[in-house]
């Protein structure tokens, strides 16, 4: 599905496959219910699905979701989309509301797409595993998070994403709306990170991060690229990576205890941005807030940003690799792409190549920071 116009759907634009039989959506909602489903599928033809390639669209005013799937999403790609306004009327609750929300997302590509004015950017709940969402720009995402990624294993790896929606300090009416209570981790953040087994790398992130366990609801993990479930785990949260991210306004927060720790190394946080307690090698500074604003003209999108560049001798980074990453603790997997190859991300958002002795942090390199406005998204790719 390559260059259309879809939008003004009463409910989602566009739906990738789902697995259904007479049990399904029987199971008053329940994570048991929801993996018998999954086991059912394997056992009935679902065990080879997806290899979809969903690029180039203009996808818009969808009541529900944008792009949506379970199970039908694996070995897909998803790029170069435009897509927004969605949920804006806000006629539904439920947990598919995202302008990219999968379930399974197995070796999936989410790459290079432009997300906004939507409640949640994108939303990729369980079974996430050999997936990369890389390249991506979000923006005035007002409801919740940008980036949710729930009850995961891993691996996955998230890089070299412009994550610049407002920030919400209290809670606001949605979260009410959907939830009734006020709960921290509802809040609107940057990345909801309630998985294990994932990468976070050059990322800019203005709302910050929840880190959270869970604990009550043990999900699915699969045998090496495949859709065969191999095995159950509750998430304790952890055995992920955070590497070279710049974090503005806003740091991490974590719900739940660290008996899993999660590795921080080479982040700069900025303005009212804590450093989480176990990055031990992060470059502080409170006393500089980057002026950032999102630019549209005619010919595209740009992100107005004046980055110091000093951050790249504050301090010693190291390349993001496959092999420095090393394996994920509870699926035993190494982080490679989608089709299978090690990473090295020795090339920034732009596709300008890195210092590799020493990357510059966040989504772009040093050599890309030449003026304070950097076009982002071209129009021409609609």
């Known amino acids: 599905m390559e260059n ?58 969808c009541g529900q979701a ?83 990624l729930e009850v995961n294993h891993g691996p996955f790896l998230v890089d070299h994403n412009i994550v610049v929606s407002a920030n919400a300090e209290d809670p606001n009416w949605l979260v009410k709306y959907f939830y009734g209570n006020y709960m921290p981790w509802n809040l609107q953040r940057s990345v909801l990170d309630m998985s294990q087994g994932g990468t976070y790398a050059h990322n800019l992130f203005m709302g910050g991060i929840m880190l959270r366990d869970e604990l009550e609801r043990d999900t699915p993990f699969m045998a090496p690229n495949s859709t065969q479930v191999i095995g159950l785990k509750p998430i304790k949260g952890g055995d992920s990576h955070y590497y070279n991210n710049v974090l503005i306004n806003r740091g991490v927060d974590r719900y739940g205890d660290d008996s899993v720790p999660t590795s921080f190394n080479g982040n700069v946080y900025l303005g009212e941005a804590e450093p989480y307690s176990l990055d031990k090698n992060a470059h502080v500074a409170a006393d500089i807030t980057p002026e950032i604003n999102v630019v549209e003209k005619d010919d595209g999108w740009y992100l107005n940003i004046n980055a110091d560049k000093s951050w790249a001798g504050a301090i010693q980074r190291s ?62 790719a609609e």
Not at 105 to 134: C, E
């Open 66 to 148: 944008g792009i949506v799937g379970s199970l039908g999403a694996t070995f897909s790609e998803v790029s170069e989309n435009e897509i927004h306004d969605i949920h804006v009327r806000h006629d539904f609750t439920g947990a598919e509301i995202a302008a990219i929300k999968f379930h399974a997302p197995i070796n999936s590509l989410i790459k290079n797409n432009h997300i906004y004015n939507s409640f949640r950017g994108i939303w990729l709940d369980w079974m996430t595993q050999g997936a990369r969402v890389t390249g991506n720009f979000l923006h005035d995402n007002a409801g919740s998070q940008d980036l949710f």
């Open 319 to 380: 390349l993001v690799t496959t092999e420095m990453l090393g394996k994920t603790r509870v699926t035993g997997e190494t982080y490679k792409t989608p089709k299978g190859l090690n990473f090295r991300l020795d090339h920034d958002y732009l596709g300008a190549s890195r210092n590799t002795d020493n990357p510059f942090p966040g989504p772009f390199s040093q050599n890309t920071l030449q003026g304070k406005l950097i076009k982002v998204w071209s129009k021409s």
């Open 4 to 61: 259309n116009t879809i939008s003004y759907s009463r409910s989602t634009c566009i739906t990738l496959g789902k697995y259904g039989d007479k049990w399904d959506n029987t199971s008053a909602d329940t994570a048991d219910g929801y993996v018998n489903t999954i086991e059912r599928a394997g056992k009935n033809g679902w065990s080879d699905v997806g290899y979809h390639v969903i690029r180039g669209n203009k996808i818009s005013h």
